[in-house]
């Protein structure tokens, strides 16, 4: 048996990219052999200050020289060298590096940033790993439909779901962006409904009758949200508490906390990298049936809840395993999800 270790290349080293690195970097069956950046700012700093091979783009490399950056090559030499590459770039600029992918037959994997026309595949974890098993071209879709996934997936398999009205107050940019916004102002976003959620839930879940509505917030810890679900069959707020408590990537919230902020600093105390909450966080105590429908919040952290299913997408793209619930179970192991 070959036990060499899949070669991942990481293309745009940002928000998400530097957290799949990381997440890679833990693997026993995958390992990055090189990052790429655009210039030589504080992220190249730590990338290389933890070791991986930077890459960049070839009329920047002497730009990265000058700094005192040892460059590995163009970001084309690392995609020759990769087996697979996890395409981080800002969305919609991911799909202009298609060409060179193909041209180097490199599987590639892209963002929920992009269009879904990017690549056959949109993938979850739970949802429809198998789907995705060999396959050339995977897009992981957004953060928020990934929490929605999450949640809609399971409540289907128990007892089916009708409807799903969902309405996301989004984080206005991460963090350590200084550009986005509102500073004060709650903006439609978008103005026309539905927004691309519910359809991109149901380039996982094409059954799934869902709509969905997003309005922009003045907050970078995380998104929220709101949830209405139509369910086909009985059920109480117990049976989904225990549904949800039993699921690998979601977190049941708890003793005290009512608000975004106090997830993070639960994710600080915790010890998290980056205080990174990589699963679902349902508030336990919203979680209500009435008159036969569930109501529920929950809340995501954007920069952290696709990096799981990133790794997991590669293990089914390169067939390194077959079952959804033994890679699930590997990548959270490493990473330290649900603990
Ligand atoms: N930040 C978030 O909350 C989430 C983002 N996404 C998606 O992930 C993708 C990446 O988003 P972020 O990490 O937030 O973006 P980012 O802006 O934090 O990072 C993108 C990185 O790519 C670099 N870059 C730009 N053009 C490049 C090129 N042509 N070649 C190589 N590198 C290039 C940038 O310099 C930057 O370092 C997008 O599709 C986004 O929609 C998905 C889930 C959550
Ligand atoms: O995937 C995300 O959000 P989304 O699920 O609302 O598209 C990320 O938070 C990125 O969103 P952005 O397009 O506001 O940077």
Redesign the pocket.
Known sequence: MNMSKVKVAINGYGTIGKRVADAVSLQDDMEIIGISKTRPNFEAKTAAMKGYNIYAPADKIDAFTKDGYTIAGSIEDMIKEADIVVDCTP?KVGVSNKALYEKEGVKAIW???ESKDIAPISFNSEANYADALGADFVRV??????GLCRVIYPLDQKYGVEKVRVT?V?????PGDIK?GPIDALVLDPIKLP???GP?VKTIMPHINITSA?I?APTSFM?LHVLNIQLKEECTADDVKNLFAARPRIQMIADGISATAQIIEFGRDLGRPRNDMWENCVFKESVSVDDGELYFFQAIH?ESD?IPENVDAIRAMMSLEKDNLKSIEKTNKSMGIGL
Not at 141 to 146: A, D, E, G, K
Not at 170 to 174: A, S
């Open positions: 969305g963002q929920g940033g879709v957004s953060c928020n439909t990934t996301i989004r984080r206005g940019g991460d986005s927004s691309h959620h991109d997003a922009k998104h954007q696709v």
